[in-house]
C-alpha cells in the first residue's frame, strides 16, 4: 500500500517515510524519489505558473520527461518490497496555506503523483487532504476541478 501525505502524517502501522519533496525538513534522514518531485530532471522547479492549471500541465510535463516513471517505479518498487508499505511524503498538510494566498490545503502535487501511481496499478490511499468544498477526504474517485482537487461528491458541480 502506497500512503500519501505529509512529513507529519503517520498512518496505520506507520510505514517508512519515503520524500517526493524537491527538498526535506532538516530532520528527515529517509530515502526519496525525486522523479516524483516537483522539479525537472536538471534539478529546476516548476517555472512559475500563472495559475493551477499552469501549474498542473508543468507538473505532467516533467513527469513526462524519458524514463522518469520507469525509475521512479522501479525505487518504488524495491521500498515496497522491502516494506510492504511506504508513505509518500512532501511538505503540505492539512490547513496549511501561504501568507500570499497561493496555496490551499487541497492542492499538491502528491496528488496528482498518487492518481498516476493508481493508474498504474497501485494502491494508493490519501490523509490528512480535504476537498476544498466540503472538507470531505480526497479520492481518487474525484478529480481536477477548477484546478482544486474535490471528493467524488462534489466533483462535477
Known sequence: MI???SFWSRPPGK???VSIAKWNPAWFS???ILQLA???STGSGI???KDRRDWIESYKDILSEPGRIREAR???DAMLSKYGDVLLACWCKKGRTRQDGSYSGSFCHRLLAGRLLSRLGYTV???DL???RCSGPVSFDGGVSGAEFVCRSCFGQ
Do not use: F
Open 15 to 17: 510505514p517508512p517515510i
Open 3 to 5: 500512503w500519501l501525505g
Open 125 to 127: 490511499e490519501v490523509i
Open 130 to 132: 480535504e476537498c476544498s
Open 38 to 40: 516537483p522539479q525537472s
Open 47 to 49: 517555472p512559475h505558473a
Open 30 to 32: 529517509g530515502p526519496s
Open 74 to 76: 522501479r525505487q518504488l
